[in-house]
C-alpha cells in the first residue's frame, strides 16, 4: 500500500486519547507501523525510539484492506503482572476505529482529490473520535466558552444519573450538578490548568459522589471545547480515607487514655514509632526512641531482657512478658513490658509501670509475713515463759541457801531477765497494746522525741536538724506509738553515723492528702541486699539485733495507714521516708497494729 496509517488518520488525536488512558490505568504501549517503527508510545522505555521484538508483549494489529499497516502493542500494567482483559479491549477498540476511519479515508482519497474531499473525512474522524470519548470506561466531560456542559458521555450518566439531554447545553446544569457552586467562573479559572482537582457532585437521586477530574487538552477548537476534563469516582476511596483518618484518631484518644507506653519496633531492636500518654516517668525524653534502638538507650541487663524475649518471638512467635526495673531521678520504679509479633518483621512493646502494683504486692506479703510470724512468737513465747518461770523461782530458793557461789546464780538470773526480755518483745508483736487514735500536732510529736534523744546525740557530738515546712499539721495517731517509731529510727541513725555528723529530719506536705518525713544521716549505709529484708520478722542489720523493733515499726506504720521507704548507700548514708495521711475529719479508728 502506498498509505501510511499517518497519511490516513490524524495520529496526534489518538496518541492524546490513548495517553488519557496511559495517565490512568498505567498500562504502557506503542503504536508500530508496518516496518516495526514506533510511531508512538507511553509506559515503558523499552517502547521508545527502537524496533519491537514481540515477545512478551499483546499486539492488536490494524488492517486496512487486508494489509497489516500498523500494531498496538500493549504492555502489564506496572502494579500488575499480567495484561488485563479490559486493557486490550480498549484498544481493539480504538484499533478497529483507526481500521474504520482509516479505510474510510481511503476510500475518500481514492474518490475525492480536493479540499472538499478532505474536509468530509476530517468531519468523519471527529465523529469518530466523538463516539471513542463518549464509550471510554471514565467520565468525559467538556464546557464551551459560555459555561455551558457541551460534553457529557455514558460513564458520566452512569456515575450521576443524569442523562446527557438532561446536561448538555442546560444553562441550569451547573446548579444542579454543584448547588454550592452555582457560579461556574471557578472552574473556567482552573480549567485550563488542574489535575486531580477533587469535586463533591451531586447526583440526580441527591447523593454526594466525589469526582477527581484532570483536563485532557487546553482547547479542542474543531468540537468547539474550552474545557476538557476526565474524571474518576472516587467516592468510595474517599469514603475509606475518612474511616481511616477516624479510626486513627480513635486509636490515638485511646492511647493517650491509657497509661501505657507502646513502642513499634523492628526484630533488630530500632524503634520506628511510640506512643505514650505521660513522659513523666521514663529513661529519657520520648522522642529520642524515635530511629534508636534499644541498646543505644537503657541500660546492659535490661537490653540484655529485651534481646532474649526478641529471640524468643523469631522462634516462636508467641508473645514475650518481661520484668524489669529502672532507676529515675533517684527513685527505683518497676515495669512490665509485653512483646507482641506484628507482620512484616515489626514488634508491639507495651511497656506499664507497675511500681504501685509490685510495692503493695511487697508490702500485702510482708503484713501476711508479720502476722503467722506474731501468731508463731506467741506460742513460742507462752511455752517457754512457763518453763523459764519455774527455773527462775528455784534459781532465787538456791540463792538463799547457798552460801558459796552466789554469784553464779546471779548471772543465771540475769541471763533469764535478758530471755524474758526477749520473750516479751514476742508477744508484743502478737498483743501490742490497743491503742487510741486520736488528732495531734505532727510537729509537736517530733519535736518531743528530738527532745528525748538528744541526750544521746550530744553525748556522740551529733547534732538533730528538725526542718519544717508545716505548722499545727494534724495526723489522726496513737502518739505513744508514733514516737516509738520516730525513736527507733533517730536511734538507728545515731548509731549509724560518727562523731560530728548530722541527722536532719525534713517535714513537708507531698500532696493534698498526705504528710511527707525524710530522716536523712550520712552514715554507713545498708547494701542494697539488704535493704529489702528489712521489716522482715528477726531480721536485723545490727550484730545483736533481734529484728523486732524494726518489725514494730513497720505494723505501727501500717495501722496508721502510713507508708515507709528506706534508700541508701554504702558509706554515703541512708533516708528514710514516711508518708501519713493529714487529718481531714474522717476517723482512721481505734485499732491497734495487729488489727491490720
Not at 514516711?578 to 476517723?587: A, Q, T, V
Request: glycine share 4%; net charge negative; charged share 25%.
Amino acid at each position: 500500500m502506498k498509505y501510511t496509517l499517518k497519511d490516513l488518520i490524524n495520529i496526534d488525536k489518538f496518541k492524546n486519547i490513548t495517553e488519557q488512558f496511559y495517565n490512568l490505568t498505567k498500562v504502557p504501549f506503542c503504536l508500530l507501523d508496518n516496518n516495526q517503527n514506533v510511531i508512538f508510545s507511553k509506559g515503558d522505555p523499552f517502547f521508545h525510539n527502537q524496533k519491537i521484538q514481540m515477545s512478551q508483549e499483546r499486539h492488536i494489529p490494524i488492517i486496512i484492506e487486508q494489509e497489516h499497516i500498523a500494531s498496538f502493542v500493549i504492555g502489564a500494567s506496572i502494579n500488575k503482572e499480567v495484561i488485563a482483559d479490559s486493557h486490550i479491549t480498549h484498544f481493539k477498540c480504538i484499533a478497529n476505529l483507526i481500521e474504520e476511519m482509516a479505510t474510510q479515508k481511503l476510500h475518500l482519497k481514492k474518490i475525492y482529490e480536493q479540499d472538499s474531499q478532505m474536509n468530509a473525512i476530517k468531519n468523519h474522524e471527529e465523529i469518530c473520535l466523538g463516539t471513542i470519548l463518549q464509550n471510554m470506561p471514565i467520565m468525559i466531560n467538556a464546557i464551551d466558552e459560555k459555561g455551558n456542559i457541551i460534553m457529557w458521555n455514558r460513564e458520566c450518566e452512569l456515575v450521576t444519573g443524569y442523562n446527557a439531554d438532561e446536561i448538555i447545553n442546560n444553562p441550569k446544569a451547573m446548579k444542579l450538578l454543584y448547588p454550592h457552586r452555582p457560579n461556574c467562573n471557578d472552574l473556567l479559572q482552573n480549567g485550563h490548568d488542574f489535575r486531580d482537582w477533587e469535586l463533591d457532585i451531586t447526583c440526580k437521586n441527591g447523593e454526594i459522589k466525589t469526582i477527581m477530574w484532570s483536563n485532557i487538552l487546553h482547547s479542542i477548537p474543531t468540537l468547539g471545547w474550552s474545557i476538557g476534563a476526565i474524571g474518576i469516582d472516587i467516592t468510595k476511596r474517599k469514603r475509606m480515607e475518612e474511616k481511616l483518618k477516624q479510626t486513627s484518631t480513635e486509636l490515638e484518644l485511646i492511647f493517650k487514655a491509657i497509661p501505657d507506653l507502646y513502642f513499634l519496633s523492628e526484630l533488630d531492636g530500632t524503634i520506628k514509632d511510640c506512643k505514650v500518654n505521660s513522659v513523666s516517668k521514663f529513661y529519657v525524653p520520648i522522642e529520642e526512641f524515635i530511629g534508636k534502638k534499644f541498646q543505644e538507650i537503657v541500660p546492659v541487663p535490661i537490653i540484655k531482657q529485651f534481646e532474649k524475649a526478641i529471640n524468643q518471638i523469631k522462634t516462636s512467635s508467641a508473645p514475650v512478658l518481661i520484668d524489669y526495673s529502672l532507676q529515675l531521678d533517684d527513685e527505683i520504679y518497676y515495669f512490665e513490658a509485653r512483646l507482641l509479633p506484628l507482620f512484616e518483621d515489626k514488634i508491639m512493646i507495651i511497656v506499664r509501670d507497675i511500681t504501685e502494683r509490685t510495692i503493695t504486692t511487697e508490702l500485702l506479703q510482708k503484713s501476711d509475713t508479720l502476722n503467722a510470724v506474731g501468731q508463731l512468737a506467741a506460742g513460742v513465747a507462752h511455752e517457754v515463759r512457763n518453763p523459764l518461770t519455774v527455773i527462775k523461782g528455784f534459781i532465787q530458793l538456791l540463792q538463799q541457801e547457798v552460801g558459796k557461789d552466789k554469784e553464779y546464780l546471779s548471772l543465771m538470773l540475769s541471763e533469764i531477765s535478758s530471755i524474758e526480755k526477749v520473750i516479751q518483745e514476742f508477744l508484743s508483736i502478737a498483743k501490742p497494746n490497743a491503742a487510741v487514735f486520736e488528732p495531734k500536732s505532727l510537729c509537736t510529736i517530733l519535736e518531743n522525741v528530738v527532745d528525748l534523744i538528744s541526750t544521746q546525740a550530744i553525748m556522740k557530738n551529733i547534732r538533730i536538724a528538725l526542718n519544717m515546712d508545716v505548722e499545727n499539721l494534724l495526723i489522726e495517731c496513737c502518739e505513744i506509738q508514733l514516737k516509738q517509731v520516730f525513736y527507733s529510727i533517730l536511734q538507728n541513725s545515731i548509731e549509724a553515723i560518727q562523731n560530728g555528723q548530722e541527722i536532719i529530719i525534713n517535714v513537708k506536705k507531698h500532696n493534698s492528702t498526705e504528710v511527707k518525713i525524710c530522716i536523712l544521716d550520712k552514715g554507713v549505709g545498708i547494701p542494697s541486699e539488704r535493704i529489702k529484708r528489712l521489716g522482715e520478722p528477726f531480721y536485723s542489720t545490727k550484730e545483736k539485733g533481734t529484728g523486732v523493733g524494726l518489725m514494730m515499726s513497720y505494723r505501727i506504720i501500717e495501722s496508721h495507714g502510713g507508708k515507709i521507704s528506706i534508700k541508701s548507700q554504702v558509706g554515703k548514708g541512708t533516708t528514710v521516708t514516711l508518708f501519713f495521711p493529714i487529718y481531714n475529719g474522717d476517723s482512721v479508728g481505734d485499732i491497734s497494729p495487729n488489727s491490720m
